[in-house]
């Protein structure tokens, strides 16, 4: 596409208007977004992002313990991940974990990777993440012998999983 100002260039920056619920859409080369006076960041990539999240989510354990370790597969260390954004192997998410969790997280909304849902599915993949969350806290409500509550979350999880073996039949049928 070229750019609406000169008509020469490649169109590079895609600007987007909004006054009195009218949209309008500039697409400008560089050299003349910059006349225009628009502030133009130029390549700012996913490993930019990412590291740029590292960064922001160091933490004491990342500083010291992870900080010098080493990856045993490829030798990438956290802090090359940090300066890179993107990790060596696939041993560094083992070898990272504890740092990486939080990174995750705060990435995906959750450290357990899921893959992608249709979108006819969103439901089933939350009640998977739910029920991932309340396993978890069963665990530790029985590591500190919180037993009423373990009980609790026992049962809560026993109706979620029959939840999803009906969803499950339900869908197969309509299927088969």
């Known amino acids: 596409m070229l750019c609406e100002m000169c008509k020469q260039s490649q169109a590079t920056v895609h600007l987007t208007e909004i006054v009195n619920e009218q949209m309008t859409e500039l697409h400008l080369c560089?050299?003349?977004?910059?006349q225009k006076g628009a502030q133009v960041e130029s390549h700012f990539g996913l490993s930019d992002m990412l590291s740029g999240l590292a960064?922001?989510?160091?933490t004491q354990e990342?500083?010291?313990e992870t900080a010098s370790k080493a990856c045993p597969s490829c030798g990438m260390t956290y802090e090359d991940f940090r300066?890179?954004?993107?990790l060596g192997c696939a041993?560094?998410?083992q070898t990272f974990k504890r740092s990486l969790g939080t990174l995750l997280k705060r990435i995906h909304g959750s450290p357990i990777h899921l893959g992608k849902t249709p979108?006819?599915?969103?439901?089933p993949a939350k009640s998977k993440t739910e029920l991932a969350e309340l396993k978890k806290k069963l665990d530790r409500a029985i590591e500190d012998e919180a037993f009423e509550e373990a009980a609790r979350l026992r049962d809560q999880i026993r109706r979620m999983e029959q939840q999803d073996q009906q969803a499950k039949r339900k869908a197969s049928g309509a299927n088969g």
């Open 55 to 58: 960064d922001f989510n160091k």
């Open 62 to 64: 990342t500083e010291g």
């Open 91 to 93: 041993q560094c998410y």
């Open 119 to 123: 979108a006819r599915l969103v439901k």
């Open 83 to 86: 300066k890179v954004g993107r």
């Open 30 to 34: 560089e050299t003349c977004a910059n």
